[in-house]
């Protein structure tokens, strides 16, 4: 069993590190969309390098999409899905 609290907490401390918003990342709604909460595209990517290195995964090529990193749900469940879960 995947514990998605724990996943939903440390992505959420890597788009505090990463993403640049113009929110707190601790207290967005998980379903907000983050390119509107302010993340720019180059933010994006420093927020995949900060997740893959976060959960220790790679994202695959066909994961590499603006609605895969649209909002803090769309992000757990490709990380949910890279770890096995």
């Known amino acids: 069993m995947t514990d998605t609290a724990a996943i939903e907490a440390q992505i959420r401390t890597v788009l505090k ?34 997740l893959e290195g976060a959960f220790d995964v790679e994202f695959p090529d066909h994961m590499l999409k603006r609605n895969v990193f649209n909002s803090i749900a769309s992000i757990r469940t490709a990380v949910v899905e890279l770890i096995g879960g």
């Open 17 to 50: 590190d990463h993403a640049r918003l113009s929110k707190d990342a601790l207290t967005l709604d998980v379903n907000e969309d983050l390119y509107q909460a302010g993340m720019t595209s180059h933010a994006s990517v420093n927020v995949m390098l900060g």
